[in-house]
C-alpha cells in the first residue's frame, strides 16, 4: 500500500535544497497539484467542513519544508532524543498516539534540509562521547510512507552506519520497506514494527497493512541484517485479550526465522489517553468504540506537561505479568525493554 498524495505544499526555501526539487519533480510527474505555503506550520485553506473530513483531507495532504535546527527534544522511554525528519502518517487509526500532538489538521511533513538536520544529531553525538547516544525517527510520524518521495530513512540509517557512538531505531506500520534493505546500516538502527492483535487492527485501524504484511515486512528487515523490535502497542484490556494476545505473541514467533530471535526487542505499551485526544478522537470518529471512559482510569501526570488516562494498578499488573510471560516463553533471548 503506497501513499499518494492528493495535494502537496511548498514552503519556498525548500525548492532550495536538492531534495525539495527532487521531490518537486516527482510530485509533477505522478501528477499531484503543488501549491506554495508561506510556512510548513501555517496550512490553510484545506478542504473539509466538518472535523472528520478535515482529518481526512489533511491525511491525502503533504507539506514539503524546512525544518529549523533548534533543539531536538528529548524522548523518554525509548532513545535519548527525537530525530525530526517528518511528522505525521496517511493511516487512520482511532488511537493514534500522534492525536494529542498534531490535533485535528495531521498533513504530512516533510523536512528536505537532511544535512543540516544530520550534522546537528552529530553535536549531540559528539556532546555525549563516548557514551552512545539513541535517537528515535518515528517519534511524530510514521516515517516510511513518504520514503519513497524523500529518502530520508535511507540517508539517515547511512548516516547512522557511519557513526560509532550513536544508534538510530523507528518504529512502523507499514510495509513499503524494499528500497530500505539494501542501505548500509551496519547493524546500527534497530527496525522496529508496531503490531497488535487482529481484534484491534480490524476493530480500530484504517488504512494500516495488514498484520500478517507488517510480519512478511520484518521477516525481509531481518534477512537484511537489522536488529528488529517489535512494539506491542496499544494493549487493550478487553474480553479476549489473553487469548488474542497470546495468538499474536505466537503466529510472531512461528514466522520469525532464528536469527532474527536473537537480537530482538519488545516494547510493551497499554492504551491510555490525554483529555486533548479524548476531544479529537471523538470529533474525527463519532462512531469510535475506543474505551475512553475516564472513571475507569488513573490520572497519571506526563513528561510534556500534559496528563495521561491509564489503567489502574491492578490491571497493569495483570496484563504485564501475561504479556512478559508469553514473550519469555516464545522469545526466550529476547529484551523487554520497558512496559508502560
Ligand atoms: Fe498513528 Fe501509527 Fe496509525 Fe499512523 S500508523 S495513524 S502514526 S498509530
Known amino acids: 500500500m503506497r501513499f499518494l498524495p492528493v495535494r502537496a505544499y511548498f514552503e519556498p526555501q525548500a525548492l532550495e535544497y536538492p531534495l525539495g526539487k527532487k521531490i518537486y519533480n516527482q510530485l509533477e510527474d505522478m501528477n499531484v497539484p503543488v501549491r506554495m505555503a508561506s510556512s510548513h506550520n501555517r496550512v490553510t485553506g484545506l478542504p473539509g ?7 481526512n483531507e489533511a491525511k491525502k495532504t503533504l507539506v514539503v519544508g524546512v525544518r529549523k535546527t533548534g533543539s531536538f527534544a528529548t524522548c523518554k522511554p525509548s532513545a535519548h532524543y ?3 525528519l517528518n511528522t505525521s502518517c496517511p493511516s487512520m487509526c482511532e488511537y493514534c498516539y500522534l492525536a494529542t500532538t498534531l490535533g485535528k489538521r495531521p498533513y504530512l511533513r516533510i523536512y528536505v534540509n537532511i544535512d543540516e538536520i544530520l550534522a546537528k544529531t552529530k ?17 511524530t510520524s510514521d516515517p516510511v510512507p513518504t520514503e519513497y518521495l524523500s ?22 506500520k507499514h510495509n513499503d520497506i524494499d528500497a530500505l534493505l539494501t542501505a548500509k546500516h551496519n547493524s546500527h538502527t534497530r527496525f522496529r514494527f508496531s503490531l497488535n492483535t487482529e481484534t484491534v487492527i480490524s476493530s480500530y485501524e484504517h488504512a494500516t497493512p495488514s498484520l500478517a504484511q507488517r510480519i512478511e515486512a520484518a521477516v525481509k528487515v531481518a534477512q537484511a541484517g537489522y536488529p528488529l523490535g517489535f512494539i506491542i502497542a496499544p494493549i487493550f484490556f478487553a474480553p ?22 536473537k537480537d530482538l526487542t519488545f516494547e510493551l505499551i497499554t492504551h491510555r489517553f490525554t483529555k486533548r485526544a479524548k476531544l479529537n478522537i471523538t ?3 463519532p462512531n469510535t468504540r475506543l474505551p475512553l ?8 501526570y506526563g513528561q510534556f506537561g500534559y496528563g495521561k488516562y491509564v489503567y ?6 495483570e496484563l504485564k505479568n501475561i504479556m512478559t510471560e508469553r514473550l519469555a516463553e516464545s522469545f526466550p533471548a529476547a529484551k523487554v525493554e520497558y512496559f508502560v
Open 123 to 139: 553535536k549531540y553525538i559528539n556532546e555525549r562521547e563516548p557514551e552512545i547516544t539513541i535517537f528515535e525517527g518515528a517519534a
Open 283 to 285: 470529533e474525527v470518529f
Open 49 to 55: 467542513k466538518t472535523a472528520a473530513e478535515a482529518y
Open 151 to 172: 529518502g530520508l530513512l535511507y540517508t539517515t540509517i547511512e548516516f547512522f552506519g557511519g557513526q560509532e557512538n550513536a544508534r538510530f531505531r523507528f518504529v512502523t
Open 82 to 84: 527525537q530525530l525530526p
Open 312 to 317: 489502574n494498578q491492578e490491571t497493569m499488573a
Open 240 to 261: 479476549g485479550w489473553q487469548l488474542d494476545y497470546s495468538r499474536l505473541v505466537t503466529e510472531l514467533a512461528a514466522a520469525l526465522p532464528a536469527l532474527a530471535k
Open 293 to 300: 471512559a475516564e472513571e475507569e482510569r488513573k490520572y497519571k
